[in-house]
């Protein structure tokens, strides 16, 4: 078996870019939708015409963002059978099944109710339109809860053992998979995220109305609803970040401390870094400036525990590898002899470690002919790109304390009706527009690119799970997707500044104003 | 609850329902997007025809969606091996579908022709290519496709994107373009403008003919000229997902499963019937002739399930690769939890599609079209 690098690389580029794109709309998606599910119900229950409009408004940019979350998502779903074939096979049986369910539970809810919030306006009642509204924000919501279900499992493979007959992963206990503590916190930080993002589109577009004194009251309405959710989501997205760094250092030791850039285990509790320059090739941090408790406290809720350091990552993982040749021995073993009970004895002491051994098959074709150099090499590939996850962390907390500071001074304003008083202020909520979607793309950053080398944590290698492609094959859809992407993007982002440039006023949805009431 | 063999068969017929699903309910939309400028004469007439199904074609995608993470759940080496080995057939289908929801949403957002002109036939060209190539892989399946596993079942393939274009298989395309564009004009005929609706009945018959002379030369090909596979020596249909414990013979007909099961013959049979219905009620009554259509669709699938069972995907390289229904499904445990999981939400699926269809109902008429403006 020779694994192609041109292919592993190409594949994974694919990936990273796609998903990342996926990823500028979905976030969006998912705020934006309870911002109009809030909007209707005000609407719904006071009968004021305006806040009609308001949800109206705000679902034609909502719109446009959708289709491209929706034209995005398939290539997802089909990206893990084109490009990953032996990944689909080797976890398809855990993995397959959240996404599966996704589609059953909420993507076709969400599919099908969509069109309606569109065009039912005038065809069903007010209350059912906003149970419309309602079960598409749900549907949003559980779709994402599903997508981390399957994410959550890559991180932290609960629920499931090794079938040598099979040759894959297959269910033990599904229960573990759904209620897998690192999905439930990277679901509810995730939602969050989304929902800050929602809540920042409406406010800064509502600022740069009421800078050019258009649609005051519209705008003064929309920035009430975004400042309360927005204050909500920015404070849960940064606690239960917290949640899923705590989740983190449970099972993926090393991710958390390449993002720390922890080269040795420190004495507990362990300082948290807040700046410094990572120094990949001599194992240090240069100019490092460390907050002393914070990491042991939050990665280990204790002041005892030690957080371990990127050295003895590296040791413990040598000690895993040996353990994997011997299980990769014994299943090559059962599979001449199906009978060999003590083949069978070591298979299932050590198979939690076989992945290990599968790391030896980037240097090596025969895992079991590993000398110490390759083990050491192994090893050593299991740690993440250090300066990347040390930034992109860091830059993305910063984004987040920023948001709760942004977003409770609009609240603070808008509780004292003085939204509109000072142009600071709406100047700077109009050009904070783009930071949730620079916090959410670092996120996902963090968490993917810090999985590397593994696809499955401890599992499967990301470099074996490729498919039977070529280069030239993974070329052509590469620079097919670079090529579409780009012209979508451009056609988007043209849409979405021409509409919100036209407003409420300029679609008809709401009576100009003029300038001088502002 | 069920044991393997039954949930491994139950799994094998929903996958076809999840086919079935997909060619009714959005193959209508491709045909649809696909006779845009055909049935559609003049901007008006393409914003009705487009109406009938905007406020539909999300949620019918979603059947492909789910088709593919079911495939991925049930059926892993099928996704995997299919997807990976038919990579640049699937990366234009994939490209249909990303442009297709931006093309329906984007369209309208501007008033100008040369703006309106490039996403109608950026539509057409998503239509064309998607039913063009589910027939062309389909065909493929018969063929028998190059792919073989080693000893850890990573599959590895030797063949080109070319080589999936064999004449039978061509005309498995053409079967599959004839008949949902065949489809797509019956929902015109019913849901559009009565001046639309008469050209599109018209259309319909034609196209109705077209696919059953194409599915008639394709069934004769496939007896004659296409040679079957069949799993030798003892069938061990609880046994663990691995192909390679078994062996396959070529050389057999396609059609031996339809003489083991003589009530197999329904099927084709009601492809055939569904064409003549097509036929006859088209142009009288719209429902008729989309319930014939669908029913044309739908027979069409199972017979091209039935004859291949207990094949999914049969390879010409090495034959013992093969993937059946007895050793390319997941674990008996998922297979249970995920029948589990459509027994609660498909229902529910049906009941919420059937409901919005109900809220839309009626023709979508060219006043109605003057009247709203369509910018959101």
């Given at each position: 078996?020779?694994?192609d690098?041109?292919?592993?690389?190409?594949?994974?580029?694919?990936?990273?870019?796609?998903?990342?794109?996926?990823?500028?709309f979905?976030?969006?998606?998912?705020?934006?939708?309870?911002?109009?599910?809030?909007?209707?119900?005000?609407?719904?229950?006071?009968?004021?015409?305006?806040?009609?409009?308001?949800?109206?408004?705000?679902?034609?940019l909502?719109?446009?963002?959708?289709?491209?979350?929706?034209?995005?998502?398939?290539?997802?779903?089909?990206?893990?059978g084109?490009?990953?074939a032996?990944?689909?096979?080797?976890?398809?049986?855990?993995?397959?099944?959240?996404?599966?369910?996704?589609?059953?539970?909420?993507?076709?809810?969400?599919?099908?109710?969509?069109?309606?919030?569109?065009?039912?306006?005038?065809?069903?009642?007010?209350?059912?339109?906003?149970?419309?509204?309602?079960?598409?924000?749900?549907?949003?919501?559980?779709?994402?809860?599903?997508?981390?279900?399957?994410?959550?499992?890559m991180q932290?493979?609960?629920?499931?053992?090794?079938?040598?007959?099979?040759?894959?992963?297959?269910?033990?206990?599904?229960?573990e998979?759904?209620?897998?503590?690192?999905?439930?916190?990277?679901?509810?930080?995730?939602?969050?995220?989304?929902?800050v993002?929602?809540?920042?589109?409406?406010?800064?577009?509502?600022?740069?109305?009421?800078?050019?004194g258009?649609?005051?009251?519209?705008?003064?309405?929309?920035?009430?609803?975004?400042?309360?959710?927005?204050?909500?989501?920015?404070?849960?997205?940064?606690?239960?970040?917290?949640?899923?760094?705590?989740?983190?250092?449970?099972?993926?030791?090393?991710?958390?401390?390449?993002?720390?850039?922890?080269?040795?285990?420190?004495?507990?509790?362990?300082?948290?870094?807040?700046?410094?320059?990572?120094?990949?090739?001599?194992?240090?941090?240069?100019?490092?400036?460390?907050?002393?408790?914070?990491?042991?406290?939050i990665?280990?809720?204790?002041?005892?525990?030690?957080?371990?350091?990127?050295?003895?990552?590296?040791?413990?993982?040598?000690?895993?590898?040996?353990?994997g040749?011997?299980?990769?021995?014994?299943?090559?073993?059962?599979?001449?002899?199906?009978?060999?009970?003590?083949?069978?004895?070591?298979?299932?002491?050590?198979?939690?470690?076989?992945?290990?051994a599968?790391?030896?098959?980037?240097?090596?074709?025969?895992?079991?002919?590993?000398?110490?150099?390759?083990?050491?090499?192994?090893?050593?590939?299991?740690?993440?790109?250090?300066?990347?996850?040390?930034?992109?962390?860091r830059?993305?907390?910063?984004?987040?304390?920023?948001?709760?500071?942004?977003?409770?001074?609009?609240?603070?304003?808008?509780?004292k009706?003085?939204?509109?008083?000072?142009r600071?202020?709406?100047?700077?909520?109009?050009?904070s527009?783009?930071?949730?979607?620079?916090?959410?793309?670092?996120?996902?950053?963090?968490?993917?690119?810090?999985?590397q080398?593994?696809?499955?944590?401890?599992?499967?290698?990301?470099?074996?799970?490729?498919?039977?492609?070529?280069?030239?094959?993974?070329?052509?859809?590469?620079?097919?997707?670079?090529?579409?992407?780009?012209?979508?993007?451009v056609?988007?982002?043209?849409?979405m500044?021409?509409?919100?440039?036209?407003?409420?006023?300029?679609?008809?949805?709401?009576?100009?104003?003029?300038?001088?009431?502002? | 609850?069920?044991?393997?063999e039954?949930?491994?068969?139950?799994?094998?017929?929903?996958?076809?329902?999840?086919?079935?699903?997909?060619?009714?309910?959005?193959?209508?939309?491709?045909?649809?997007?696909?006779?845009?400028?055909?049935?559609?004469?003049?901007d008006?007439?393409?914003?009705?025809?487009?109406?009938?199904?905007?406020?539909?074609?999300?949620?019918?995608?979603?059947?492909?969606?789910?088709?593919?993470?079911?495939?991925?759940?049930?059926?892993?080496?099928?996704?995997?091996?299919?997807?990976?080995?038919?990579?640049?057939?699937?990366?234009?289908?994939?490209?249909?579908?990303?442009?297709?929801?931006?093309?329906?949403?984007?369209?309208?957002?501007?008033?100008?022709?040369?703006?309106?002109?490039?996403?109608?036939?950026?539509?057409?060209?998503?239509?064309?290519?998607?039913?063009?190539?589910?027939?062309?892989?389909?065909?493929?399946?018969?063929?028998?496709?190059?792919?073989?596993?080693?000893?850890?079942l990573?599959m590895?393939?030797?063949?080109?994107?070319?080589?999936?274009?064999?004449?039978?298989a061509?005309?498995?395309?053409?079967?599959?373009?004839?008949?949902?564009?065949?489809?797509?004009?019956?929902?015109?005929?019913?849901?559009?403008?009565?001046?639309?609706?008469?050209?599109?009945?018209?259309?319909?018959?034609?196209?109705?003919?077209?696919?059953?002379?194409?599915?008639?030369?394709?069934?004769?090909?496939?007896?004659?000229?296409?040679?079957?596979?069949?799993?030798v020596?003892?069938?061990?249909?609880?046994?663990?997902?691995n192909?390679?414990?078994?062996?396959?013979?070529?050389?057999?007909?396609?059609?031996?499963?339809?003489?083991?099961?003589?009530?197999?013959?329904?099927?084709?049979?009601?492809?055939?019937?569904?064409?003549?219905?097509?036929?006859?009620?088209?142009?009288k009554?719209g429902?008729?002739?989309?319930?014939?259509?669908?029913?044309?669709?739908?027979?069409?699938?199972?017979?091209a399930?039935?004859?291949?069972?207990?094949?999914l995907?049969?390879?010409?390289?090495?034959?013992?690769?093969s993937?059946?229904?007895?050793?390319?499904?997941?674990?008996?445990?998922?297979?249970?939890?995920?029948?589990?999981?459509?027994?609660?939400?498909?229902?529910?699926?049906?009941?919420?599609?059937?409901?919005?269809?109900?809220?839309?109902?009626?023709?979508?008429?060219?006043?109605?079209?003057?009247?709203?403006?369509?910018?959101?």
């Amino acid at each position: 078996m020779i694994i192609d690098a041109d292919v592993v690389t190409l594949s994974r580029l694919q990936f990273a870019l796609t998903a990342l794109y996926h990823f500028l709309f979905v976030p969006l998606t998912l705020g934006l939708v309870w911002m109009l599910a809030i909007m209707e119900s005000v609407y719904v229950m006071t009968g004021r015409e305006v806040w009609k409009r308001m949800t109206q408004f705000w679902g034609v940019l909502f719109g446009i963002n959708f289709a491209m979350g929706v034209a995005t998502g398939v290539t997802m779903e089909f990206q893990f059978g084109m490009n990953w074939a032996y990944y689909a096979h080797y976890v398809g049986d855990v993995f397959g099944t959240p996404l599966a369910i996704e589609g059953l539970m909420a993507f076709f809810l969400e599919g099908t109710l969509v069109g309606l919030f569109f065009m039912g306006w005038k065809r069903i009642s007010r209350v059912k339109h906003l149970l419309v509204t309602w079960f598409l924000a749900l549907a949003t919501s559980l779709s994402a809860l599903w997508i981390l279900i399957a994410n959550g499992w890559m991180q932290n493979p609960v629920g499931s053992a090794f079938n040598a007959e099979t040759m894959r992963m297959e269910v033990t206990s599904f229960a573990e998979v759904v209620f897998n503590p690192v999905a439930q916190a990277k679901f509810v930080h995730t939602v969050s995220a989304g929902y800050v993002m929602g809540a920042m589109f409406v406010l800064s577009i509502s600022a740069w109305y009421l800078l050019r004194g258009r649609n005051v009251d519209f705008a003064k309405r929309s920035m009430t609803v975004a400042a309360s959710f927005g204050l909500a989501a920015a404070l849960s997205v940064v606690v239960l970040g917290d949640e899923s760094g705590y989740a983190v250092s449970e099972n993926q030791k090393m991710k958390m401390a390449a993002i720390e850039a922890m080269w040795e285990t420190e004495p507990a509790p362990a300082s948290f870094t807040v700046f410094g320059i990572p120094d990949v090739q001599n194992r240090t941090t240069h100019y490092a400036l460390r907050l002393p408790w914070v990491m042991g406290l939050i990665g280990t809720r204790s002041i005892d525990k030690p957080i371990p350091g990127i050295a003895n990552l590296v040791e413990e993982t040598k000690g895993k590898i040996d353990n994997g040749i011997q299980a990769y021995d014994a299943m090559l073993v059962l599979r001449e002899d199906k009978n060999n009970a003590q083949a069978k004895a070591i298979l299932s002491a050590h198979d939690k470690d076989l992945g290990y051994a599968l790391l030896l098959k980037h240097f090596i074709d025969d895992p079991r002919q590993a000398t110490p150099e390759d083990i050491q090499k192994a090893a050593d590939s299991t740690i993440p790109n250090v300066p990347v996850l040390f930034w992109s962390f860091r830059i993305m907390v910063a984004c987040g304390f920023y948001f709760i500071a942004l977003f409770a001074y609009s609240f603070w304003l808008s509780s004292k009706r003085k939204l509109d008083h000072k142009r600071w202020y709406l100047k700077l909520a109009l050009w904070s527009l783009p930071l949730p979607w620079v916090a959410a793309e670092l996120g996902w950053i963090v968490a993917e690119y810090g999985r590397q080398p593994w696809a499955i944590e401890g599992i499967l290698p990301t470099a074996l799970g490729v498919s039977s492609v070529t280069s030239g094959q993974v070329w052509t859809s590469l620079g097919g997707f670079v090529l579409f992407y780009t012209a979508l993007a451009v056609v988007d982002a043209v849409l979405m500044v021409k509409f919100a440039r036209k407003g409420p006023d300029g679609l008809g949805l709401w009576p100009s104003t003029t300038a001088t009431k502002a | 609850m069920f044991d393997y063999e039954t949930l491994r068969v139950i799994w094998w017929a929903l996958l076809g329902v999840l086919l079935i699903g997909f060619a009714v309910m959005d193959g209508f939309d491709f045909g649809i997007a696909a006779l845009l400028r055909v049935l559609g004469r003049n901007d008006e007439e393409r914003l009705v025809l487009l109406e009938t199904i905007e406020p539909t074609w999300e949620g019918n995608q979603v059947w492909f969606i789910l088709g593919g993470g079911a495939a991925f759940a049930a059926w892993p080496m099928l996704y995997a091996v299919s997807f990976s080995g038919m990579y640049l057939a699937i990366f234009l289908v994939l490209l249909a579908f990303i442009l297709r929801p931006v093309g329906f949403n984007f369209r309208g957002k501007i008033h100008d022709t040369r703006w309106r002109n490039l996403w109608d036939w950026v539509l057409v060209l998503s239509g064309v290519v998607v039913m063009l190539i589910s027939g062309v892989a389909f065909g493929n399946l018969f063929l028998g496709v190059p792919f073989q596993f080693d000893g850890d079942l990573r599959m590895s393939w030797h063949g080109s994107f070319l080589e999936l274009l064999h004449p039978f298989a061509l005309v498995a395309g053409l079967v599959s373009l004839s008949m949902l564009l065949a489809h797509g004009a019956c929902w015109a005929a019913m849901k559009a403008d009565q001046s639309i609706a008469t050209r599109a009945a018209t259309l319909a018959r034609w196209f109705t003919l077209a696919y059953v002379v194409l599915y008639v030369i394709a069934g004769i090909w496939l007896a004659y000229g296409v040679p079957g596979y069949a799993i030798v020596g003892p069938v061990v249909t609880d046994g663990v997902s691995n192909p390679l414990y078994k062996e396959v013979a070529r050389g057999s007909s396609w059609f031996a499963s339809y003489m083991q099961h003589p009530w197999f013959w329904s099927a084709p049979l009601l492809a055939i019937l569904g064409a003549v219905g097509v036929q006859l009620t088209v142009a009288k009554t719209g429902l008729a002739g989309f319930i014939s259509s669908s029913l044309m669709v739908a027979g069409t699938i199972l017979s091209a399930g039935f004859a291949l069972f207990p094949f999914l995907l049969p390879s010409r390289l090495d034959p013992r690769s093969s993937l059946t229904v007895w050793d390319a499904s997941s674990s008996h445990t998922t297979l249970g939890l995920m029948l589990g999981a459509t027994a609660i939400f498909m229902p529910l699926i049906i009941l919420y599609t059937s409901w919005v269809y109900r809220v839309l109902r009626g023709r979508v008429t060219l006043e109605h079209v003057r009247d709203s403006s369509h910018t959101y």
